[in-house]
């Protein structure tokens, strides 16, 4: 089968956690927006300075720099053959850029998975995570920032993927390997 999939899902839902499993179960590389920008962030790069002041107050990078970085990676020879992307459109601006990078790579998207969790489910979920990785955007007023952001800028974008007949929603309540083998499911279905 071939895959070039998006993950899509409120912060918490488990984008992550999934996109880690998929890809050895795939064979194709998780490239999750959210961790570049972080892995820049440590190195102190000028791309980190730039995402830094952004994530720590719950807001989303401009596009311009996610859809840059995005193009670069995707043009990388291990996603020639699929991808899973993680957090990756989250605006409009860039589904519209990703159609442009696909068509340019002369490819097309297989399917969107949303994961779907409820609010009080991601929130504890994230204050979880904060004891143990101390994430400086999982404080409890910056993670109902994120999901207020997420509500208004990316959940839309799953009723663009649904009309062109790509989106597939999966319950991302219960045990991790539950979710996955949702996640599977749906994509053979
Ligand atoms: P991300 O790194 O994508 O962060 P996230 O939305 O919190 O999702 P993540 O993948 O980390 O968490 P997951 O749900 O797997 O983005 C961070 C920031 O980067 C954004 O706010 C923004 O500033 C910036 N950014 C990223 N992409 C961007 C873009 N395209 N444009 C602009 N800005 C962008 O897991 C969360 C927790 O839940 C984990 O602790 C996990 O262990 C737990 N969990 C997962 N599944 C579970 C389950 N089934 N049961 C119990 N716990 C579970």
New binding site residues.
């Given amino acids: 089968m071939s895959a070039r999939i998006i993950l899509i ?11 880690a499993r998929l890809t050895e179960k795939l064979g194709v590389p998780a490239i ?4 570049i ?2 892995a820049n962030v440590a190195e102190e790069t000028e791309l980190g300075k730039t ?1 830094k002041s ?2 720590d107050k ?6 311009e720099v ?1 859809n840059g970085m ?1 193009r670069d990676r995707l043009a990388q020879s291990d996603a020639a053959e699929g991808f899973l992307l ?6 409009e601006a ?1 589904v519209n850029e990703l159609d442009a990078m696909l068509t340019d790579l002369g490819s097309s998207l297989d399917a969107v998975v949303e ?1 779907t969790a409820d609010t009080d ?2 929130v504890s ?2 204050l ?2 904060a004891k ?2 101390g994430r400086a ?2 404080t409890e007023d910056v993670i109902r920032h ?1 999901l207020e ?2 509500a208004k800028e990316t959940q839309p974008l799953t009723a663009i993927y649904a009309d062109r007949g790509l989106l597939k929603q999966v319950d ?5 390997d ?2 996955t083998a949702r996640i599977l499911a749906a994509l053979d279905a």
């Fill in positions: 899902g409120p912060p918490g839902a488990g984008k992550g956690t999934q996109a999750s927006t959210g961790d920008f972080r995402a952004y994530m719950g807001e989303y990078v401009p596009d996610t995005v993680d957090g990756y459109p989250r605006t860039q994961i489910e991601v979920r994230l979880e995570r143990i990785q955007d999982d994120r952001v997420y991302g309540l219960g045990e991790v539950e979710v």
